[in-house]
Protein backbone atom coordinates (compact mmCIF):
# COMPACT_ATOMS: atom_id res chain seq x y z
CA UNK A 1 0.00 0.00 0.00
CA UNK A 2 1.12 3.43 -1.02
CA UNK A 3 1.76 5.50 1.61
CA UNK A 4 2.60 9.73 1.44
CA UNK A 5 4.65 11.40 4.27
CA UNK A 6 4.79 15.48 2.90
CA UNK A 7 7.70 17.76 4.95
CA UNK A 8 8.49 21.34 4.04
CA UNK A 9 5.76 23.44 5.85
CA UNK A 10 6.05 25.81 8.25
CA UNK A 11 5.58 30.03 8.51
CA UNK A 12 7.27 32.26 6.13
CA UNK A 13 6.65 36.10 5.38
CA UNK A 14 4.31 37.16 1.97
CA UNK A 15 6.93 37.50 -0.98
CA UNK A 16 8.96 34.24 0.23
CA UNK A 17 9.39 31.11 -1.70
CA UNK A 18 8.79 27.56 0.03
CA UNK A 19 9.51 23.68 -1.00
CA UNK A 20 7.36 20.80 -0.26
CA UNK A 21 8.22 17.33 -0.76
CA UNK A 22 5.92 14.45 -0.28
CA UNK A 23 8.32 11.25 0.46
CA UNK A 24 6.34 7.83 -0.99
CA UNK A 25 6.81 4.67 0.30
CA UNK A 26 5.23 1.09 -0.30
CA UNK A 27 6.94 0.31 -3.12
CA UNK A 28 8.48 1.92 -6.10
CA UNK A 29 5.82 3.53 -7.92
CA UNK A 30 6.00 2.92 -11.96
CA UNK A 31 2.87 5.10 -13.68
CA UNK A 32 -0.11 6.82 -12.06
CA UNK A 33 -0.80 10.34 -10.93
CA UNK A 34 1.02 12.62 -8.09
CA UNK A 35 -0.69 15.82 -7.17
CA UNK A 36 -0.71 18.79 -4.96
CA UNK A 37 -3.86 19.78 -3.11
CA UNK A 38 -4.33 22.32 0.06
CA UNK A 39 -7.38 23.09 2.34
CA UNK A 40 -8.35 25.99 4.66
CA UNK A 41 -11.30 25.41 7.21
CA UNK A 42 -13.37 27.66 5.12
CA UNK A 43 -12.23 26.56 1.70
CA UNK A 44 -13.10 22.99 -0.14
CA UNK A 45 -10.01 21.12 -1.23
CA UNK A 46 -8.43 22.84 -3.95
CA UNK A 47 -6.01 21.67 -7.07
CA UNK A 48 -2.30 22.81 -6.91
CA UNK A 49 -0.81 20.67 -9.29
CA UNK A 50 -0.14 17.00 -10.49
CA UNK A 51 1.78 15.15 -12.46
CA UNK A 52 1.89 12.00 -14.24
CA UNK A 53 4.57 9.71 -12.77
CA UNK A 54 5.97 8.89 -16.00
CA UNK A 55 6.09 12.74 -16.72
CA UNK A 56 3.82 12.70 -20.00
CA UNK A 57 1.79 15.54 -18.36
CA UNK A 58 2.01 18.21 -15.95
CA UNK A 59 -1.32 20.40 -14.58
CA UNK A 60 -1.64 23.42 -12.34
CA UNK A 61 -4.17 25.27 -10.66
CA UNK A 62 -5.80 28.61 -11.87
CA UNK A 63 -4.64 29.87 -8.45
CA UNK A 64 -1.19 28.99 -8.61
CA UNK A 65 0.00 29.34 -12.29
CA UNK A 66 3.31 30.78 -12.79
CA UNK A 67 4.26 30.20 -9.30
CA UNK A 68 4.75 26.90 -8.36
CA UNK A 69 5.94 24.14 -9.53
CA UNK A 70 6.35 20.12 -9.62
CA UNK A 71 8.99 18.09 -9.99
CA UNK A 72 9.02 14.27 -9.13
CA UNK A 73 12.29 12.02 -8.27
CA UNK A 74 11.82 8.89 -9.44
CA UNK A 75 15.37 7.82 -7.61
CA UNK A 76 14.15 9.55 -4.63
CA UNK A 77 10.27 8.39 -4.78
CA UNK A 78 9.48 11.96 -3.97
CA UNK A 79 7.45 14.64 -5.56
CA UNK A 80 8.09 18.33 -4.83
CA UNK A 81 6.39 21.59 -4.82
CA UNK A 82 8.22 24.53 -5.51
CA UNK A 83 6.05 27.51 -4.66
CA UNK A 84 7.20 31.25 -5.14
CA UNK A 85 5.80 34.70 -4.49
CA UNK A 86 3.51 33.76 -1.53
CA UNK A 87 1.04 35.29 -0.07
CA UNK A 88 -1.43 35.01 3.29
CA UNK A 89 -4.56 33.61 0.58
CA UNK A 90 -1.60 30.35 0.14
CA UNK A 91 -1.87 29.59 3.93
CA UNK A 92 -3.47 26.06 3.90
CA UNK A 93 -3.01 22.50 4.93
CA UNK A 94 -0.87 21.23 1.73
CA UNK A 95 -2.11 17.43 0.91
CA UNK A 96 -0.18 15.16 -1.61
CA UNK A 97 -2.49 12.76 -3.15
CA UNK A 98 -1.52 9.45 -5.36
CA UNK A 99 -3.64 8.02 -7.96
CA UNK A 100 -2.50 4.54 -9.61
CA UNK A 101 -4.28 5.73 -12.53
CA UNK A 102 -3.90 8.97 -14.75
CA UNK A 103 -6.74 10.31 -13.80
CA UNK A 104 -8.78 14.02 -14.32
CA UNK A 105 -6.06 15.90 -12.01
CA UNK A 106 -7.89 18.51 -10.45
CA UNK A 107 -10.86 16.02 -8.79
CA UNK A 108 -9.91 14.68 -5.28
CA UNK A 109 -12.32 12.39 -5.29
CA UNK A 110 -10.37 10.37 -7.78
CA UNK A 111 -6.87 10.04 -5.48
CA UNK A 112 -6.85 7.24 -3.33
CA UNK A 113 -3.98 7.66 -1.58
CA UNK A 114 -3.33 10.98 0.39
CA UNK A 115 -0.70 12.41 3.41
CA UNK A 116 -1.19 14.02 6.54
CA UNK A 117 -0.51 17.13 5.23
CA UNK A 118 1.71 19.80 6.13
CA UNK A 119 0.79 23.10 7.29
CA UNK A 120 2.04 26.35 5.53
CA UNK A 121 1.22 29.25 6.96
CA UNK A 122 2.34 32.56 4.97
CA UNK A 123 2.40 36.23 7.14
CA UNK A 124 1.98 39.71 5.98
Known amino acids: QVRLVESGGGLVKTGDSLRLSCLVS????????MAWFRQTPVKEREFIAA????????DYGDSVTGRVTISRDKAKNSVGLQMRSLTPEDTAIYYC?????????????????WGQGTQVTVST
Open 26 to 33: GGALSTGT
Open 51 to 58: TWWDGGRI
Open 97 to 113: AYSEDLVVVHISRQYAS
